[in-house]
C-alpha cells in the first residue's frame, strides 16, 4: 500500500554534515507525524526528530541544537539537517511515518528500510 524511501546517508568526518530525506508514495489519503529514528548496534531504536502534522518539530535531547526537521507536504517528504555530527551519531537512521491510506478507515505507522550513517573522528 505505502512505502517510504530513504536516501541521503554515507560516511562524513566528525563536525561535518548530511541530509537525510524520506519520501511516502502509494495511495496514501493523509499523512500525520513524520521523523527519524536510528539504532546504533547493541542499542534500542531511539526518536532523533518527529515533524507532527502542522510541522512543528520534536527533537531528542541529542539532537537538539545540531539537527533540523522539515516536512515538503507537496512531496509528502520529510528531511533532516544534520550539523556538528559525532561520532555518537554513527547508526541506521529509519523513517517513520503514520499514515491513512485510501482503502483502510484508521492510520498506520509505516517504516523505511533504513539508511546508514556513519562519523569517523
Known amino acids: 500500500q505505502v512505502q517510504l524511501v530513504e536516501s541521503g546517508g554515507g560516511l562524513v568526518q566528525s563536525g561535518g554534515s548530511l541530509r537525510l530525506s524520506c519520501a511516502a508514495s502509494?495511495?496514501?489519503?493523509?499523512?500525520?507525524?513524520m521523523g527519524w529514528y536510528r539504532q546504533a548496534p547493541g542499542k534500542q531504536r531511539e526518536l532523533v526528530a518527529l515533524s507532527l502534522i502542522d510541522g512543528s518539530p520534536v527533537y531528542s535531547p541529542s539532537a537538539k541544537g545540531r539537527f533540523t526537521i522539515t516536512r515538503d507536504n507537496a512531496k509528502n517528504a520529510v528531511l533532516l539537517q544534520m550539523n556538528s555530527l559525532e561520532p555518537e551519531d554513527t547508526a541506521v537512521y529509519y523513517c517513520n511515518a503514520v499514515v491513512q491510506a485510501f482503502d483502510q478507515g484508521t492510520t498506520d505507522d509505516y517504516w523505511g528500510q533504513g539508511t546508514q550513517v556513519t562519523i569517523s573522528s
Open positions: 502509494g495511495s496514501i489519503f493523509r499523512i500525520g507525524a
